[in-house]
């Protein structure tokens, strides 16, 4: 089988619930939103086509500056609850230029590109940089300094898929059983992508959402369709192990010894 955590599952889903998740956390300011509402998404923001929004107008200014609040706005993008641990809104982050040059198709204008915004990687930077790490790895010293992100790579690397349904439906078909879980105040990868793309599969459900339950304690919500589930995790951000690891075993756990969540 297959399990995807906070994965990056619908490019166009992942922008327009993005905004929805901000809305919902009070981050979007009601009147602006109303308006927004009625301008860009014929009353409908749950099915508004956000990600569509590419021009100079309104709507696609709207879209850029809470995308751009998302990742530069002085909240931790990978778990909004946690700390921003280094200087916030000092460059603009490597994943809002991609997600920028993706939406609109043009190249974002910007020399300062950060690594990752909210995270300080030092340490971890300077451990795998060390000499006697690198000749422990096998690093030619041709290589190189390692670092957390890579605009080379981010240029260079041809994507093939934005939207991994037919790929997801071709893994079910083949037998396999699969699980999407989400920590639910992530908003790198938020747990409305991971349900409205579970939803959208088209998938026969079994049973509706409900919770469960670890060390007597709500973990989160999970629904189960025809040869998957999708799972929440309470209080997790984008790396679910690191911020709730007794939850991530368990749902981990149940998933690939067929249990009960």
Excluded at 6 to 21: K, M, R, W, Y
Excluded at 49 to 76: I, K, Q, R
Excluded at 90 to 117: M, N
Excluded at 214 to 231: M, S
């Amino acid at each position: 089988g297959f399990a995807i955590g906070n994965g990056c599952v619908s490019e166009n889903d992942g922008t327009d619930s993005l905004i929805n998740f901000e809305y919902a956390h009070g981050m979007i300011d009601d009147n602006k939103w109303q308006s927004i509402k009625s301008h860009c998404c014929q009353n409908d923001t749950d099915g508004c086509p956000f990600h569509s929004f590419n021009g100079l107008d309104t709507c696609s200014l709207f879209v850029e500056t809470s995308t751009l609040t998302a990742w530069n706005g002085g909240l931790n993008p990978y778990n909004m609850y946690d700390n921003c641990v280094n200087t916030p809104g000092a460059e603009i982050s490597t994943r809002f230029r991609l997600e920028y040059e993706q939406r609109t198709g043009k190249k974002f204008d910007s020399s300062q590109l950060s690594t990752v915004p909210c995270m300080n990687e030092t340490a971890v930077t300077v451990y795998l940089n060390r000499p006697d790490v690198r000749r422990a790895l096998g690093i030619p010293t041709t290589v190189g300094p390692w670092a957390i992100c890579s605009d080379v790579i981010s240029n260079t690397y041809k994507k093939q898929y934005g939207e991994m349904d037919t790929r997801v439906k071709n893994a079910l078909a083949q037998g396999l059983k699969g699980m999407i879980y989400s920590g639910d105040v992530d908003m790198a990868c938020n747990f409305l992508m991971g349900q409205r793309f579970s939803r959208k599969l088209g998938l026969k459900e079994i049973a509706a959402k409900k919770h469960y339950t670890v060390g007597g304690q709500i973990g989160g919500f999970y629904t189960h369709y025809d040869g998957l589930h999708f799972v929440t995790v309470r209080g997790a951000g984008h790396m679910v192990p690191t911020d709730k690891p007794a939850v991530a075993f368990h749902i981990i756990f149940s998933f690939l010894f067929d249990q009960k969540f």
